[in-house]
């Protein structure tokens, strides 16, 4: 079994700017307030990461779960721009993919990734 590296940086990316942020401005929160959003994976045992969504940016070790959940979390500024969304994708899902062996992804390939996904959903 495996489990997609970026596939889960644009879910995460899409709660937070495309649902969390529009939702919230929707409803008339201040742009002051903070969005508090919390994640949680499960049944991530034996999994291998990988990246099917983007094959050109194949992970270089093959990294392995043998935990099998991980719950991650931030505090995303509801006034946070889309450049800067990347930031809070990186903090929530950092406890997920710390689950496969200590790994943790270069900002520069979540901020590639969630850029791209953002320019994409024209946010």
Known sequence: MVLDAALQLTFVA?????VGQVF???????ETGKLDFSFRWTRLRDRTLVSL?????????????TDNDAVGGCFLPLDTASSAIFQYV???TKPLFHRFDGL?????????VVDEFLERRNY
Do not use: T
């Not at 919230?24 to 201040?30: E, F, L, P, S």
């Not at 943790?104 to 590639?112: G, I, R």
């Open 90 to 92: 990186q903090q929530a």
């Open 53 to 65: 969504l983007k094959p050109s940016r194949l992970l270089i070790y093959q990294h392995h779960s």
């Open 14 to 18: 899409e709660a937070l700017a495309v």
């Open 24 to 30: 919230a401005r929707a409803m008339g929160c201040a």
């Open 104 to 112: 943790e992804l270069p900002s520069n390939w979540v901020q590639l």
